[in-house]
C-alpha cells in the first residue's frame, strides 16, 4: 500500500510511541469524551433519532476514524451539519432509509478516497459552504424552540417557513419552568465559556440543571419522560430490510451526506494542521470516514464525519496522535456502560439551549456579512444556498450552489478570455522602437492576433466571431499564445474548424508561444498533424521569421 493510504496511527506507531506522548494523548482523550457526551445526545434527539444513537455514532466512528483515519489529532461523531438531512431522511423514509442512505454515502466516501478525490473537494467555493452552513444554523435553531420553551406542540412540520407559522400561533402554549430552565442553561453556558474552556460550559449546565430539576422536582420534559431510559449496553448489528425503489429514491441525499461528510472532515483535518503544524491524507481520511458510515448504521448509529470543535478542544489539551481519539471514544463507551442510566434525567431544554449555543458558532454571521460584501457573484452563490437550506433542503442546496457556482466562474473566466488583433500595436512599437521586434518589419499580408485566457466551451463564440471577421483576408494569420492557459475539447474542435477553413482559403497558420497543456491537447487530438509541426514557434519572433519564409514562397510560386 502507498504512503498515502497508510493510516495516520500506523505512521505514528512506526515512528515510536512513548509514555511521554501517551500521557497528554490520555488526558486530551478523557476531556473530549467528556465534551462529546452532551453533543451527541443532543444532535441525535435535534435529528428525530433516539438519544443513545448519538453516543452509538460516536463511540463506533471516533474508533474507526482514529484507527484509519488520515490525520493525526481527527475526532469524529455526529455533528450539528447532519441535523437538518438526518431529521429530513427519518421523516420520509424512516430510520431504515436513514441506515440505507448513510451505507450508500459510505460506499461514495470510500470510492472518492481511493479514487484520489480528496483534494478536488477543495474546489467547493467558500461562499457556497458559508450559504449552506448557515441556513443549517438557522435551521437547527428553528427546531429547538418548542424545547427550549416548553410549547405545546404535537407534531412540529419539518418545513421552516410552516414551522414559523405554528410557533406563531402556539407561542402562547409556553411552560413557565422549562422556559427557565432553558434560558438559565443557555446564559451559564455563555458565562462560563468566559471563565474556562478546559471544562465544557455544555457538561456543566447539564450537570447543575439535571441536578436542580431532581432536587427542587421541576416539573419539565426530560429525555426519560419522551423516550424512556438509555441503554447501557451495546445493540446486535443490523440490516434493514429496504426496497429497489426505496434505494434508488435515496441516492440523491446520500450524496448529500457524502459531500457533506467529506467537507465537513477535511475543513476539520485542515483547520488541525494548521493548528499543530502537521499534513494530512486526505484520501485515507475520506477512506476512514466512508468505513465508519457504513459501520456506524449497522449499530443503529448516524451519519458521522469530523467534528472541528472537538477536534480543536483535542488539540488544545494536549492531543497529538490518534490515540487520544481512541481514548475518546473508550470513555463515552465507559459513560455510556456505567452511567447511562443517568442521561434519562437530563432535561430536553438544556439540550435545546446547547444546541442553540452550537447553531450560533456554526451561523458565521462574520463571514456572511463579508461575503455580502464581495463581488456579487460570490453573494449571489451563497445568498442562493442560504435560501434554499432554509426553504427548500440542503440537497437541493448543495447541488444548486454547485452549478450557480461553476456557471458563475464560467462566465468570469470567458469575461477574462479574449482573442484581439495585435498587428498594429506591433508596428506602432517597432517605428517607437521599444519592443524587442522593433528591428524585423512585420511582412504585409500577415495578422497576428494574440488569444488571452481559456480556450473553453464558454470563450469559443468570442474566438469564432473574431476569425470569422477578418478586415481583410491576409496571407499568414500568427495566434500569439503566450497568454492561453488551457484548451478543452470545445476549443479544439474551433480551432480545427479555422485550420479547415483556412485551408480551403489558402491561409497559413501559425501557432507561437504555446504552453504545455494546449500544446499537449492539441497533439493529442491528433490536430498537430494538419497545422504541420513546422508552424508551431516557440516565440512570437519566431513566428514572424516563419511568416517571411511562408510568404516568400508564396511569392516565388
Not at 428525530?48 to 474507526?64: C, F, R
Not at 478525490?117 to 444554523?137: D, E, M, N, W
Not at 402556539?170 to 434560558?183: E, K, M, P, R, Y
Amino acid at each position: 500500500m502507498q504512503k498515502r493510504f497508510e493510516p495516520k496511527l500506523v505512521t505514528v506507531l512506526r515512528e515510536g510511541y512513548s509514555k511521554e506522548q501517551f500521557i497528554p494523548d490520555l488526558t486530551a482523550g478523557i476531556i473530549v469524551g467528556i465534551v462529546a457526551l452532551p453533543l451527541a445526545i443532543a444532535f441525535a434527539i435535534a435529528s428525530g433519532a433516539k438519544p443513545e444513537q448519538g453516543l452509538y455514532t460516536a463511540i463506533i466512528a471516533g474508533m474507526i476514524v482514529s484507527f484509519f483515519g488520515g490525520s493525526r489529532v481527527q475526532i469524529a461523531g455526529p455533528t450539528g451539519a447532519f441535523i437538518v438531512i438526518i431529521y429530513g431522511i427519518i421523516q420520509n423514509y424512516g430510520y431504515d432509509g436513514l441506515v440505507v442512505a448513510t451505507i450508500m454515502a459510505g460506499i461514495f466516501l470510500m470510492i472518492m478516497g481511493f479514487a484520489r478525490l480528496g483534494t478536488l473537494l477543495k474546489f467547493i467555493p467558500y461562499p457556497l459552504t458559508v450559504g449552506f452552513t448557515s441556513g443549517i444554523a438557522i435551521l437547527i435553531f428553528s427546531s429547538q424552540i418548542k424545547d427550549f420553551f416548553g410549547l405545546k406542540i404535537q407534531n412540529l412540520p419539518i418545513d421552516f417557513i410552516e414551522k414559523c407559522v405554528v410557533y406563531t400561533g402556539n407561542f402562547q402554549s409556553l411552560d413557565i419552568n422549562t422556559a427557565a430552565v432553558g434560558i438559565s442553561s443557555l446564559l451559564l453556558i455563555v458565562i462560563w465559556s468566559r471563565i474556562t474552556h478546559r471544562i465544557p460550559g455544555a457538561l456543566v449546565a447539564i450537570i447543575l440543571a439535571t441536578a436542580t430539576v431532581q432536587i427542587f422536582q421541576i416539573p419539565v420534559e426530560t429525555i426519560g419522560s419522551r423516550f424512556g431510559s438509555v441503554p447501557n449496553t451495546f445493540p446486535a448489528p443490523r440490516i434493514p430490510q429496504v426496497s429497489w425503489q426505496t434505494i434508488t429514491s435515496l441516492v440523491s441525499p446520500a450524496i448529500t451526506i457524502a459531500l457533506l461528510g467529506a467537507i465537513e472532515s477535511l475543513l476539520s483535518a485542515v483547520v488541525a494542521d494548521g493548528m499543530i503544524r502537521t499534513r494530512h491524507r486526505s484520501n485515507m481520511e475520506l477512506i476512514a470516514q466512508g468505513a465508519a458510515n457504513i459501520v456506524s448504521p449497522l449499530f443503529f448509529g448516524l451519519p458521522a464525519t469530523g467534528a472541528i470543535a472537538r477536534t480543536a478542544t483535542n488539540i488544545k489539551n494536549g492531543g497529538r496522535t490518534p490515540v487520544a481519539g481512541i481514548v475518546h471514544a473508550i470513555v463515552l463507551f465507559l459513560i455510556m456502560l456505567f452511567f447511562g442510566k443517568w442521561a434519562s434525567l437530563i432535561p430536553l431544554s438544556t439540550l435545546a439551549a446547547i444546541l442553540i449555543v452550537v447553531s450560533y458558532n456554526m451561523s458565521e454571521w462574520r463571514s456572511f456579512r463579508k461575503i455580502l460584501k464581495s463581488p456579487k457573484s460570490d453573494s449571489a452563490v451563497m445568498i442562493v444556498t442560504f435560501g434554499l437550506t432554509i426553504i427548500v433542503d440542503l440537497t437541493v442546496a448543495i447541488e444548486v450552489g454547485i452549478v450557480l457556482a461553476a456557471l458563475l466562474f464560467m462566465r468570469k473566466m470567458s469575461e477574462v478570455s479574449h482573442v484581439n488583433p495585435i498587428t498594429r500595436d506591433l508596428q506602432e512599437e517597432r517605428e517607437e522602437e521599444e519592443s524587442i521586434l522593433s528591428t524585423r518589419i512585420i511582412p504585409d499580408g500577415v495578422e497576428v492576433f494574440e488569444v488571452y485566457g481559456t480556450l473553453f466551451f464558454g470563450a469559443v463564440d468570442q474566438f469564432t466571431e473574431s476569425m470569422r471577421f477578418l478586415e481583410k483576408k491576409p496571407k499568414v494569420l500568427i495566434l500569439e499564445t503566450s497568454n492561453l492557459l488551457a484548451i478543452d475539447a470545445s476549443g479544439l474542435h474551433a480551432l480545427e474548424d479555422l485550420v479547415n477553413q483556412f485551408k480551403h482559403q489558402h491561409i497559413h497558420l501559425i501557432v507561437s508561444g504555446i504552453h504545455k497543456q494546449p500544446l499537449f491537447a492539441i497533439q493529442q487530438s491528433g490536430l498537430l498533424e494538419q497545422m504541420s509541426e513546422d508552424n508551431i514557434c516557440g516565440d512570437l519572433n519566431e513566428a514572424l521569421v516563419r511568416a517571411d519564409i511562408l510568404i516568400q514562397k508564396t511569392v516565388v510560386k
